[in-house]
Structure formats: structure tokens, C-alpha cells
């Protein structure tokens, strides 16, 4: 079983910046296992947002986020960040960890695991 615990959420003016991070604990059927965000808004459907491989070798974006949020993770300690600048008001959310097998089982809708979320909002 695995557990993950998000943190770093908070109220940000937009144009500014927070970095979320993901503490993995437990045990993955994959060692090997990629790691991913996901948010949802009020009124909507959770959606991608960002993944990573194991070694961080690959990633993966959604395209609203392009060139604004980077993905990164420490394996030794065992935490997925995600560093979210220029934030815009339709970034709000509540933004949730996975872990799946692949960077490609997390983008097309995520593994098995997730975390309990953390919320942004990105207010004047």
C-alpha cells in the first residue's frame, strides 16, 4: 500500500508562484513507479497536469501549464514537487498526487494511488 501526502497549497495573488510537494510512503507493485499531478476545479472533471518518470529523465505537461510549472521529484527522499509560476486565476484548484507504473499510465488518467489533495487558489 502506498500513501501520499500533499502539502504547499495555499492563496496566491496571480503572477505569483507556490511549490506543492508529494511525501510517498509504503510500498508500489512497480519500484520503478512514475509520479504525476492532477487538479480539479469547482464544477469540474479531476484533469492531468503534470508527470514524471523515475529517473526524471522524462516529463510530461499538460499545455495550459507549459512553460509555467515544472515537475521534479527526490528519490532519496522519496517527494514529487510540482513549482507552479505566473499563476492564473483559472490554475485554482484542488491539486492531487499519483503514482502509477508509467509516465504514460499517469497521463491517460493515473495509477492506482492518490493522495488526499491540497488546495490553490490564486486570488486578488
Known sequence: QVQLVESGGGLVQPGGS????????????NPYH??????QAPGKEREFVAAISWSGGTTSYTASVKGRFT???DNAKNTMYLEMNSLKPEDTAVY??????????????GGD????GTQVIVSS
Open 96 to 109: 492531487y498526487c499519483n503514482v502509477g507504473a508509467s509516465v504514460r499510465v499517469v497521463t491517460d488518467g
Open 34 to 39: 512514475a509520479m504525476g499531478w492532477f487538479r
Open 18 to 29: 507556490l511549490r506543492l510537494s508529494c511525501a510517498a510512503s509504503g510500498r508500489t507493485v
Open 71 to 73: 515537475i521534479s521529484r
Open 113 to 116: 494511488y492518490w493522495g488526499q
